[in-house]
């Protein structure tokens, strides 16, 4: 189990690395909080800038894993099955509706 400040140290090593020409996240998570993931994501959207960054996902690619995951320059899926990121999704769509319901 890799947390967000694991991920961040992992991500600033292997950029400051010269030896290391491109990224690879293998995405096999149910999920996590939500607290840090977008500025963790927000991180990884910016390092493609110095590196390329691919994200290889598993079956279990969910929630806040697939949020990370979709940051990235490119993203694998498996066919069998498909990520879902339906809480996020979800209160994201809530929010625009609310928002607009009550501007």
Same mark, same amino acid.
């Given at each position: 189990?890799?947390?967000? /400040? +694991?991920?961040?140290?992992?991500?600033? $090593?292997? @950029? #400051? *690395?010269?030896?290391?020409? !491109?990224?690879?996240?293998?995405?096999?998570? /149910? +999920?996590?909080?939500?607290?840090?993931? $977008?500025? @963790? #994501? *927000?991180?990884?959207?910016? !390092?493609?800038?110095?590196?390329?960054?691919?994200?290889?996902?598993?079956?279990?690619?969910?929630?806040?894993?697939?949020?990370?995951?979709?940051?990235?320059?490119?993203?694998?899926?498996?066919?069998?099955?498909?990520?879902?990121?339906?809480?996020?999704?979800?209160?994201?769509?809530?929010?625009?509706?609310?928002?607009?319901?009550?501007?």
């Amino acid at each position: 189990m890799t947390g967000y /400040d +694991g991920i961040r140290t992992s991500l600033a $090593l292997a @950029l #400051a *690395d010269d030896a290391v020409r !491109a990224l690879v996240l293998d995405v096999d998570s /149910d +999920g996590g909080h939500i607290a840090g993931c $977008l500025d @963790l #994501a *927000d991180l990884i959207y910016a !390092a493609r800038k110095v590196k390329p960054i691919i994200a290889i996902l598993s079956e279990t690619a969910c929630g806040t894993a697939y949020v990370l995951a979709s940051a990235c320059e490119v993203v694998t899926v498996p066919r069998r099955a498909a990520p879902e990121v339906s809480a996020y999704s979800w209160h994201t769509w809530t929010f625009r509706r609310l928002s607009r319901a009550l501007a």
